[in-house]
C-alpha cells in the first residue's frame, strides 16, 4: 500500500473530509503529530522514509530530507501552498526529484490581509478597538488612503490582487519585481512597474509580495529604508527574512517608519522578547495566516491531493506544468 506523509497543518486539520480519497485509491495516509509551525529538517529525515510522497507545508526540506526520501522510494514533494524557500530545489532538481506547489491560488486572500493590515494601520482600528475593550473611548485622528502612493514589492498575483484593492481605495499604485511584466497585464490591475529605488522614494505605503529568494533576503533592511519617505507604512505578508527586523525596530522608533503590518516574522511564532514588541502600539500583527480562508483551504487541500494521486498513478489527469517548481 502506498504512503503519502502529510505534514501541512491545514489538510491535517482537515483530513477527515479527505480520508475516503485515501481509503478509496488504496493510500495510507501518515500524519505524524505536529506540536508548532512546521518540522525541522532532522525531523522531516525521520518522517521522509519509507513514503512515496509528501503534502508539506512550511517544514524544512533540505538535501539530506531529500537524500534519504530518495534513497527510500520518495517520487516527489508537493508544497502546500505557494513558497517553496524550506525546500532545497536546486538539489532536488540534481537527483530527480520533482517539486509541486500550487501557485496563483491566494492572490485574492492574501490580498484581503494585506489590506486588513494597512487600513488598520491607517486608520488605528487596533487602537480603538483595545480601547472600548478596556473601557475607553479613543477618537484617534488616520489617515486617509485617497492620494497617496502605493508601492507594491512583488507582481505576481498576490501583487496584483493587492494592487486592484489600492487602486479601489483611490491609491496611485507602483511595483517593483526584478521580472519584467506584460504592462497590458499590469494595467488590467492598475499598477505601474517601476525600478526598487522609485518604489522605495515615492511609496507612502509599502506592500511586500514576493517570494523569499537567497536575492532579495532582508531587502528591505538599513540600506533601503535610508531611502523610503518618512512615514512610511509597511506590510509584509508574504515571508519575514525579506525584513531585517532589527532595522526595522530602530526605523519605528525614529518614525521613519510610521507603522508596520506583520503577517510574518524572521522567527515564527514571534518570540515574548522580539523588540518589535515594544512598538505594538504603530504595528498590526498576524499569525502567517494570509491563505488561510475556508474556501481557500479547502481549495488547495484538493488540489494538493490530486497531484498526489497523480504522482502515485492512481489519477488520469495530467500534472499541471505551472506546478513544478
Known sequence: MPKVLITCMHLVRHFEA???????????????????????????????????????GDDAIDAQVLDIGKANGLKAVIKWGIGTDGIDK????????????????????????????????LRKTHLMDRSVREGGWLKAEGRSLAGMTAGVVGLGSIGQAVAKRTVAFGMKTIGYDPYEFDPAVLADAGIVQA????????????????????????????EA????????????????????????????????????????????????????RQHADKCTFSTHNGSNTIEAVARINQMTTDIALQVLGLKKAAFDPSRVC
Open 195 to 222: 525600478p526598487l529605488d522609485e518604489v522605495l522614494e515615492r511609496a507612502d505605503a509599502l506592500i511586500i509580495a514576493c517570494a523569499l529568494t537567497p536575492e532579495n533576503h532582508k531587502l528591505l533592511g538599513r
Open 18 to 56: 479527505y480520508r475516503p480519497q485515501f481509503e478509496a485509491a488504496g493510500i495510507e495516509a501518515v500524519i505524524p503529530p505536529l506540536e508548532g509551525q512546521q518540522f525541522s529538517a532532522s525531523e522531516m529525515a525521520e518522517h521522509i522514509v519509507g513514503v512515496e510522497t509528501v503534502i508539506a
Open 90 to 121: 536546486v538539489h532536488a532538481a540534481a537527483i530527480g526529484m520533482p517539486v509541486f506547489n500550487t501557485p496563483g491560488v491566494f492572490g485574492d486572500e492574501v490580498a484581503d490581509l494585506a489590506l486588513s493590515h494597512l487600513l488598520m494601520l
Open 225 to 276: 529604508l535610508a531611502r523610503v519617505k518618512p512615514g512610511l507604512f509597511v506590510v509584509n505578508v508574504s515571508r519575514g527574512p525579506l525584513i531585517d527586523e532589527d532595522a526595522l525596530v530602530d526605523a519605528l522608533a525614529d518614525g521613519r517608519v510610521a507603522g508596520a503590518g506583520l503577517d510574518v516574522f524572521e522567527n515564527e511564532p514571534l518570540p515574548e522578547d522580539a523588540a518589535l
